[in-house]
């Protein structure tokens, strides 16, 4: 199946526009773009929700996280789903996740744990891995006082943010000593996430999807390569398997994991390759492959109908992820 035509559409409307790519804008200006077409092109619906905003600080960490509820629920216990947002490590913030975060809580009926985590360059590896590594900390320590079932989370994340929910998840074992089980994280769902920084380092290793949709479908190879720039210290770091996660030792430890690539995404192999290694280490996995979306197709529900249907597919998916457990 070829790319949707709602999708072709969209980009062509982007290259009529004749505006600079992201990687050569201001950060900020870049942040702003992002933030405005998820907003414009994203999840059509405002659903009502209560939020809570919490500043977090630790020796190795200063971020945030906003917590979207159902209305009317905050003397509930509820589930946790514990969400990383997408954008290179660069780009993304709860304003431009507002409409998706308020719907997964809505539609899922679960208590939405928005990360904000540190983003480059300001902040370069490894402040995001620790970020992540310290959310799990503060829901350790804090969610149970803050009526959230820290023994039912699902650890999920977009792109660069699937890279989080996969820390995440593999910490989470670590602040569970003996039979003292402060949480749980029953599952990981990751959407078209960021497996492997290798490939864009090493001109001998290449995924098929990056030499077949490099240029011209929504993520460009120059745009990756510059969020790398502006995230890494040194090139060397990609192939640390905290960047590299296929590389890394522990993956046979992820709880039930579901991952979601698009059809038409240079990052899709890199996501069916995670899979195939998971599958390997028998960790229970799933690979959906979504036909005709672009990357980033979370966001393209508000000028694509099949791009609408598939985020419900994800969510019913996650929602049959927190009853199976």
Not at 39 to 63: C, Q, W
Not at 82 to 89: A, I, K, T
Not at 248 to 254: A, I
Not at 256 to 268: E, G, K, S, Y
């Amino acid at each position: 199946m070829s790319l949707n035509p709602d999708l072709q559409q969209m980009l062509e409307e982007n290259s009529r526009a004749k505006g600079p790519a992201l990687q050569n804008m201001p950060i900020e200006e870049a942040r702003a773009a992002l933030r405005d077409s998820f907003i414009k092109r994203g999840y059509p619906l405002e659903h009502p929700a209560d939020i809570e905003h919490f500043e977090i600080s630790t020796d190795s960490a200063n971020f945030s996280i906003d917590i979207y509820r159902p209305i009317n629920s905050r003397d509930t216990a509820l589930p946790v789903l514990l969400y990383f947002h997408g954008g290179g490590f660069v780009l993304g913030d709860a304003q431009a996740y507002d409409r998706q975060s308020r719907a997964l809580a809505y539609l899922l009926k679960v208590a939405v744990v928005f990360v904000n985590y540190r983003l480059a360059p300001e902040h370069r590896y490894p402040a995001a891995t620790n970020d992540a590594r310290e959310v799990v900390n503060w829901l350790a320590k804090h969610g149970k006082d803050n009526n959230l079932n820290v023994q039912k989370i699902i650890a999920c994340g977009e792109s660069a943010g699937g890279n989080l929910a996969v820390h995440a998840a593999l910490h989470s074992s670590s602040v569970n000593t003996g039979k003292d089980n402060k949480l749980n994280i029953i599952a990981t769902t990751l959407i078209y996430p960021v497996t492997d920084l290798r490939p864009f380092y090493q001109p001998n290793m290449h995924y098929p999807s990056m030499q077949s949709y490099a240029n011209g479908y929504n993520l460009d190879i120059a745009e990756l390569n510059w969020f790398w720039q502006q995230y890494l210290e040194r090139e060397e770091q990609a192939e640390l398997a905290d960047n590299s996660l296929i590389l890394h030792p522990q993956l046979q430890h992820l709880p039930n994991t579901q991952i979601f690539v698009a059809q038409c995404d240079p990052l899709r192999d890199l996501g069916i390759a995670f899979a195939m290694k998971l599958q390997e280490l028998d960790v229970n996995t799933s690979i959906d492959c979504l036909p005709g979306m672009l990357h980033s197709f979370m966001f393209h529900g508000g000028v694509c109908g099949d791009a609408l249907r598939h985020f419900y597919k994800v969510i019913e998916k996650i929602d049959a992820q927190f009853h199976s457990c």
